[in-house]
C-alpha cells in the first residue's frame, strides 16, 4: 500500500486463489482498504484487483494503462484549432485535456496547409500526379463535374494531403498522435476548392501512392472529443 500511494500511478492488485495461499486474497484486500482510507492522488481511488482466474481482464486493464501513459506523453496537432462550423458538441477545454489525456495540444493555422499544397502543385506536379493515378488504379472513380470537381480542385486536394503529410513528417520528433482540420468557414468560403477532405480520408491509413506509413488518426471540424477517441482506440489496438 505504501508502494502505491508514493508512486501515483495507475495500480494494480494481483491475488492468488490457491487454497494454499489463501492469504494472497486477504492481503489484497487489505492493501486496497489501506490505500482507500489514506487517498493522497486519484490513482489511489482507482486501485484495481484482480484474482489470478481473472487474467484476462487484467491483460485489458494493461493494455488500457499502456494507452492513456502513451497518450500522456504524446502530443496533438489541431489545425484551425477546435470549435468547428459552429457547433457546440466540438467545444473544449483544451487546457483541462492537455492535463489529463495527452501531453499538449498543438494549434496551427489552417492556410499553412493551403499554401503547402499550392507550393506541391506548383514545384512538384509529378507528386500530385502519382498520387491521382494511385487513387485511380486502385478503383477510385474521380467524376469531374466542371464546377464543384475540376482537374484544378482535384489537383488541390490532393496537394492538401500530400502537405499535411509532410508537416507531419517534419515533426516527427515531436510524438504527434493525431490531427484535425477545420475547413468551415475560414478555409471553405476563402478559397476556391480548399476543403480538406483528402487528408481525414487518407492519413489514418497504412499505405498511400509513397507507400507504407504509419496510419494517422484525423478528426474534421476541430472536434476534440472524436479525435480523442481514435486515438485512444489506435492505442489500444494490438
Given amino acids: 500500500s505504501s508502494l502505491i500511494a508514493g508512486l501515483d500511478v495507475p495500480s494494480a492488485l494481483y491475488a492468488s486463489t490457491d487454497p494454499a495461499w489463501r492469504v494472497g486474497e486477504g492481503a489484497a484486500g487489505a492493501a486496497v482498504a489501506s490505500v482507500l482510507e489514506a487517498a493522497p492522488h486519484r490513482n489511489a481511488l482507482l486501485v484495481e484487483r484482480f484474482r489470478d482466474t481473472e487474467k484476462d481482464a487484467m491483460v485489458r486493464w494493461v493494455r488500457g494503462v499502456g494507452a492513456l501513459q502513451s497518450m500522456r506523453q504524446g502530443r496533438l496537432l489541431m489545425w484551425g484549432g477546435a470549435f468547428g462550423a459552429d457547433v457546440p458538441a466540438t467545444r473544449d477545454d483544451e487546457a483541462a485535456l492537455e492535463n489529463r489525456l495527452v501531453r499538449e495540444i498543438i494549434i496551427e493555422e489552417e492556410f499553412a496547409i493551403v499554401e503547402g499544397a499550392r507550393a506541391l502543385v506548383r514545384d512538384n506536379p509529378r507528386r500530385v500526379d502519382a498520387f491521382i493515378a494511385w487513387l485511380k488504379q486502385n478503383g477510385a472513380q474521380v467524376h469531374l463535374d466542371g464546377k464543384m470537381l475540376t482537374e484544378e480542385v482535384l489537383r488541390f486536394s490532393a496537394g492538401h ?11 516527427e520528433g515531436e510524438n504527434i498522435l493525431g490531427t484535425s482540420v477545420k475547413c468551415h468557414f475560414e478555409v471553405s468560403t476563402k478559397c476556391v476548392g480548399c476543403t480538406l477532405c483528402l487528408i481525414p480520408g487518407f ?21 476534440l472529443k472524436a479525435l480523442l477517441t481514435m486515438v485512444m482506440l489506435q492505442q489500444v489496438t494490438p
Wanted: glycine share 6%; hydrophobic share 50%.
Fill in 161 to 171: 494531403y500530400l502537405a499535411a503529410r509532410d508537416v507531419l513528417a517534419a515533426m
Fill in 203 to 223: 492519413l489514418p491509413f497504412a499505405a498511400d501512392s509513397e507507400g507504407a506509413r504509419q496510419p494517422v488518426p484525423v478528426a474534421c471540424e476541430g472536434d
